[in-house]
């Protein structure tokens, strides 16, 4: 393969030796025909399953109009007043193409507005130079003081930056963490007056619709969103007030407005209200993974399962994933390594079930090829292992560590 890039973070790693050649609702399909449940659907931007009916005839009927990009912008300023509206006060919107472009517009935007440089971040933003992990206390090239998640990293960059620091960047997870949890990292920037942005771009509009946190009454000076909003087409935003948004006045490039994707977000958002689907990913998904634990623990597998039904991952150790891949591949089920499993909305009824009955042969014949593992137990460093994969960061200090073990660690995996 002459691409240059394709050995990075792409979905459907375990899935890479199998050419896959279309996809409907929550299966993706091979050569062969053969249906595969698909539990990536590319990192959570698919929301409501593979080729949505309403999002697909939207974005049929922009291509045939022929309007090219930003000719008109009535598409792009209906997207823009359903997604502020969908947020509490008066906020404006600026578009991108990806989640990492909206999370550094966010940066920069608080760079230009406090007239300071660096970033505080808690998890995972894109791949970008400007998000590159470094030891905690160490800033990396870019001005980014990583905390993973952990409070008391926080208070320290905080009592010992607050007066350099533009803003305090956090990705909410919810897999290995409580939603008072999040809240409670965004209070102790309030409390010293530091700017906040909420980086949504993976549990945006899959909690609830709109931000995650304004669930838990977090209101983040800036928000950022990409997978949730258009069922796998290229768009992002950061939204927020008059103050932030301004500095991206001219953040754009030749292909931000064209319009497929406006026409792809804004049916998306229309289709989330109009089939409740937050609701109903948490009651078909947390169905799954509550069946799947009962699975695992009939087989006695070292295998946790972690999370919510809107999404949830398999804890264990990386030596017992490599052994799970490959036999649920096997079964026709795509999982993301050492990652969270996104369902769609497709992910339902007797999908479920499905989905069940070929996890149920993927254990069997893995605990038939690998008997060494029945009976394994998964270690609390397996727990911290699969934690830090999925959210880059500690959910807290694990038991019986101190600051410094965590320090120890974190800096190990980097």
């Keep these: 393969m002459i691409i240059a890039n394709a050995d990075g973070c792409t979905p459907y790693e375990a899935a890479r030796g199998i ?3 279309r996809a409907e609702g929550a299966y993706v399909y091979d050569a062969e025909g053969r249906g595969l449940i698909d539990l990536s659907n590319s ?7 593979h080729n949505d009916p309403v999002v697909t005839a939207a974005v049929v009927e922009t291509v045939r109009s022929g309007i090219p990009a930003a ?3 009535d598409l792009q300023n209906h997207l823009a007043e359903q997604i502020a509206g969908d947020l509490p006060g008066d906020q404006r919107v600026a578009f991108f193409k990806t989640g990492t472009a909206a999370t550094r517009a966010a940066a920069s935007a608080a760079r230009r507005v406090t007239g300071r440089r660096l970033i505080a971040s808690c998890g995972y933003h894109g791949y970008d130079l400007m ?4 030891p905690p206390g160490q800033p990396n090239s870019e001005g980014v003081l990583h905390c993973y998640h952990l409070p008391e990293l926080i208070d320290q960059v905080l009592a010992e930056h607050a007066d350099e620091l533009a803003a305090v960047i956090i990705a909410p997870d919810y897999i290995h963490v409580s939603p008072d949890y999040i809240a409670d990292l965004f209070e102790r920037c309030e409390r010293v007056g530091v700017v906040t942005i909420a980086d949504e771009v993976k549990h945006g509009y899959r909690i609830r619709q709109g931000a995650s946190v304004n669930e838990a009454s977090v209101l983040a000076n800036m928000y ?3 997978k949730g909003i258009s069922n796998g087409w290229p768009l992002s935003c950061v939204a927020g007030d008059e103050r932030f948004l301004k500095p991206l006045a001219e953040f754009v490039s030749t292909l931000t ?3 497929p994707s406006f026409a792809a977000a804004s049916a998306t958002l229309d289709r989330l209200v109009e089939l409740d689907v937050q609701a109903q990913l948490a009651v078909d998904g947390a169905r799954f993974v509550s069946e799947a634990a009962k699975l695992i623990s009939t087989r006695d597998l070292p295998i946790e399962m972690a999370g919510t039904g809107a999404a949830f991952q398999f804890v264990c150790a990386p030596e017992v994933e490599e052994v799970l891949l490959p036999h649920a591949l096997a079964e026709g089920l795509i999982l993301e390594p050492s990652d969270q499993q996104y369902p769609s909305a497709c992910f339902r009824g007797e999908v479920v079930d499905d989905a069940l009955e070929r996890l149920d042969r ?3 014949t893995m605990a038939a090829a690998r008997p060494d593992l029945v009976g394994r137990e998964v270690t609390q460093l397996d727990r911290v292992y699969s934690a830090f994969c999925q959210m880059d960061g500690l959910p807290g200090r694990p038991e019986g560590w101190s600051l ?3 320090v120890e660690y974190v800096t190990d995996q980097l």
């Design 257 to 259: 407005f064209e319009a």
């Design 404 to 406: 410094e073990q965590c």
């Design 224 to 226: 950022t969103y990409a």
């Design 71 to 73: 000719a008109s912008l």
């Design 19 to 21: 050419t896959l050649v």
């Design 362 to 364: 993927a254990l069997d």
């Design 131 to 134: 998000w590159e992990f470094t």
């Design 43 to 49: 990192f959570g931007s698919v929301m409501l399953g």
